[in-house]
């Protein structure tokens, strides 16, 4: 008896060998092309754990952010989050998740630009006789060089158009602690007077006379990466101020300029 049990198991084992065998052959077969039991692409642990890092970074430095650079950091930091969630395959399991989690993530990166963005407020108005007070406000780092101008625009006895030609006067300020204030002599009659002889005398030809001068002033206030401090240049981007970023800066020729308009009456 105990002779035909063992003739029996010595008959089957090579049947469960090959069972365990084709069972390690599928499972190996099916990890190495990314699926589970569940037919369900494997997504690699680092690249969801990343993702939801670096959001989680940038939800920490929010609490804190103030300053320009703080929200250009934060705003990096869902950048990556985003590109993280979108990297997800579309197989994967967490795939409609990821996509969730990356339109969630779009609204706190703008939110991050917006705060990132470049503000220059001010005011200008008459502070005494002959004298403009010109004030204002910013989010540009510390010791950036603002430059000031008072425009005032006159018509020559051939009534040239009145927004040119202009006279002005003109003054470089840094911005200390987000602010900055100057004050601007306003051209007057003489100015024009002296500008129309200088003409002349350039040209060779008879000084014109003015017939009007504008009772309004405009004031440009603007910065630029020109002849800012190393330390200034390093946070905005360089000689090009690639990180001088909103509705208040555009790109010339050769840099980006933040500007602000204003206009006074007289």
Request: a negative charge.
């Amino acid at each position: 008896m105990l002779r035909k049990q063992v003739l029996i198991i010595l008959a089957i084992l090579p049947i469960l060998a090959g069972l365990i065998l084709q069972r390690e052959t599928l499972s190996k077969s099916k990890l190495l092309s990314g699926q589970t039991e569940q037919g369900t692409m494997h997504v690699p642990q680092p690249l969801w754990h990343e993702a939801v890092n670096y959001a989680n970074e940038g939800n920490a430095a929010a609490q804190s952010a103030q300053t320009v650079e703080d929200w250009r950091t934060v705003a990096s930091l869902w950048e990556q989050a985003i590109s993280g969630m979108q990297a997800i395959p579309e197989a994967s399991s967490h795939y409609d998740l990821a996509q969730q989690k990356a339109i969630a993530y779009q609204q706190n990166l703008d939110y991050a630009r917006q705060k990132s963005a470049i503000t220059l407020s001010a005011t200008a108005k008459i502070h005494s006789q002959g004298m403009v007070l010109v004030s204002g406000q910013t989010n540009l780092p510390e010791g950036f060089i603002l430059s000031i101008n008072l425009y005032r625009a006159y018509s020559d006895e051939y009534g040239t158009n009145a927004e040119k030609p202009h006279v002005n006067t003109y003054v470089r300020v840094p911005v200390s602690k987000g602010q900055f204030s100057a004050e601007l002599s306003v051209p007057t009659v003489e100015d024009v007077q002296q500008q129309l002889s200088q003409w002349s005398q350039l040209s060779g030809q008879t000084a014109l006379a003015y017939s009007s001068i504008n009772e309004h002033i405009n004031v440009t206030i603007s910065g630029t990466p020109v002849n800012q401090p190393n330390k200034v240049l390093a946070v905005i981007g360089g000689p090009k101020g690639t990180l001088l970023t909103g509705p208040q800066t555009y790109d010339n020729e050769f840099f980006r300029v933040v500007e602000n308009h204003l206009k006074v009456d007289m």
